[in-house]
Structure formats: structure tokens, C-alpha cells
């Protein structure tokens, strides 16, 4: 029997964000414990409303707390809440009133209601922790096209052409799904530049190198590699786009960071923090205060 339960979409960066959460409940209380389960089907919900009335015990009559990202895991988090008597946490801004939930931890990008069972963060929450740094260690991170920022190949080479220029350490860079096929075409420029695919890696290579590296640069289109970075504790920096017409939500969150100096530009190499972003930590100790597990 477990005291908590993610409630999952199937989506690995909405799993993610919610194994940030229980990671560091359990650094907060180890002796808690944690199980996955898939959205509820109406079948499960009718059952789930039978088992309360018949007293009959299933898979979660002795969890505390649901946790639930992805706008699919709200109905399941919900019935859970009002079925079950658990705690629900949404970990997003939810397309049903946060009012609803226990409690809605939700990135100040997304401009969170200022209500008492709300907690804004900075960012999407995730998994990532600091580990020894290599001090000669350097990580690129390149991301591609996307909704918020005009790509150009040319335009991120030059940056890590400026970047290169002013240091001797190696550098090792990895792509992404995003990543146009054509970009990869000048790596062999640069021998201070190892490569590694995306396509070439683990589920566990990249959060690996992260706790290691002692300094990350990251194309600005891939918000969550910035956030992951801050929360490993590199200093991070990252290769900036044209914005598209209008901004948007993402774009803006990089500019309070910018603005704070959390993350560095080429024109702007200083940092006002080498802490780490601890805002999965942070999250945590606000839930472990309510005393709900």
C-alpha cells in the first residue's frame, strides 16, 4: 500500500514533473512511499464508487495523496479526491478551477490565481539535483524549431562559435528531437566540440551529465533543459532566437530570468546566484507543512 500516487497521462515530461514532486517528498519524509497508475477509465471510477459503498478496500484505500500533470489526469485526480478522500496536487495550471483541488503548484509563467491552496514556482518542477561539478566539464544543449522562437541554424552556430572562442575546456553537445537534420552538418568545425546525438542516449545520460557539468548553454526554445540546468545547479546560459510576433508565456518567463540574473546571454556573462533551483524542495515543504502525509 502506498501513501502517495501519480496519476499519469503516459506523457514522460508530464511524469517527470510529477516524480520532482514525490522525489523530493521523500527526501523531506524517506519512509514515504510512491506507486504509479494510469487515468482512471469510467469502469475503475464506478467501481471505486461501489467499493465506498460496500466498504470493500482497493488499489487506493490507503493513499494520501494523488499527484497528477497533463489536463488528462484532472477528472482522475478529482474523482480520487472526492471518491477516495485523498489529497489531489495538479501540478499545472488546470483547465478546471484550482479552487477544485487540494492543491495546484503551478509555474508563474502561467500567471497562477492568488489563492491559499495555490503555490506558484519558478518553472515547471522536475527531477534534477546537483552533483559534484567538474570544474572543466562544459554541457550544449540544442533544441529547434518551435511555436515561440524563429530557428536558425546560423544563428545558434555563431553563438557557439563566440562561446568556443572564449574558452579551452570540452565541450560535449547533444541534440533533440527537434533538432533540424541539417544542423549537425558544421560539428565537425569545432574540435573542442564532442557530439552526441540525441537518438544515442539514455533516459538516465542526460540528468547524469547535468550533475556533473559545471557549466550548461541552452538554446532558448527548450524552457524545460533551462530549468533542469538551474535545478542541477550549472551555470547556465543560454543561446538566444528572435522571438515570435507577440511573445508568449515561455518567452516571458525567460525574461524574468534574464532579468534576475538567474541565466546568462553572450552579452551578459554574469549570474546574481550560483545557488540551485530548488523549487521541486521548495514545493515539497509547503505540502509536508498542510501535515497531509
Avoid at 157 to 170: K, P, R
Avoid at 210 to 221: G, H, K, P
Wanted: charged share 20%; aromatic share 6%; glycine share 6%.
Amino acid at each position: 500500500m502506498s501513501d502517495i500516487c501519480i496519476i499519469s497521462d503516459g506523457k514522460p515530461g508530464h511524469v517527470n514533473q510529477s516524480l520532482g514532486l514525490v522525489d523530493a517528498l521523500r527526501r523531506a519524509a524517506p519512509q514515504l512511499s510512491c506507486t504509479e497508475h494510469t487515468i482512471l477509465s469510467w469502469r475503475a471510477i464506478f467501481a471505486l464508487i461501489a467499493a465506498r459503498v460496500t466498504g470493500k478496500q482497493h488499489a487506493f484505500s490507503h493513499v494520501k495523496l494523488v499527484v497528477g500533470t497533463g489536463r488528462r489526469t484532472h477528472l482522475s485526480l478529482l474523482t480520487l479526491q472526492w471518491i477516495v478522500g485523498c489529497k489531489a496536487v495538479v501540478l499545472m495550471r488546470p483547465s478546471l478551477p484550482s479552487a477544485w483541488f487540494s492543491a495546484a503548484i503551478i509555474p508563474e509563467h502561467d500567471q497562477p490565481p492568488e489563492l491559499p491552496n495555490t503555490l506558484a514556482t519558478l518553472g515547471a518542477l522536475n527531477r534534477m539535483q546537483p552533483g559534484t561539478k567538474q570544474a572543466d566539464q562544459g554541457l550544449i544543449l540544442v533544441g529547434g524549431p518551435s511555436k515561440h522562437f524563429d530557428w536558425s541554424d546560423d544563428h545558434i552556430w555563431q553563438q557557439i562559435d563566440s562561446l568556443l572562442e572564449d574558452t579551452t575546456q570540452q565541450w560535449l553537445l547533444t541534440t533533440s528531437r527537434r533538432t533540424p537534420e541539417s544542423f549537425l552538418q558544421r560539428a565537425t568545425d569545432y574540435p573542442l566540440l564532442c557530439v552526441m546525438p540525441f537518438e544515442n542516449t539514455s533516459r538516465h545520460w542526460l540528468p547524469e551529465q547535468l550533475a556533473s557539468a559545471n557549466a550548461c548553454w541552452v538554446t532558448e526554445d527548450s524552457i524545460s533543459m533551462v530549468y533542469e540546468a538551474l535545478s542541477a545547479g550549472c551555470e547556465t546560459g543560454v543561446f538566444e532566437l528572435p522571438i515570435k510576433t507577440g511573445g508568449s508565456r515561455v518567452t516571458r518567463g525567460l525574461a524574468r530570468l534574464k532579468a534576475s540574473m538567474r541565466v546568462m546571454t553572450l552579452t551578459q556573462r554574469q549570474r546574481s546566484t550560483d545557488a540551485p533551483l530548488a523549487e521541486a524542495d521548495r514545493a515539497a515543504a509547503w505540502i509536508m507543512k498542510k501535515g497531509w502525509l
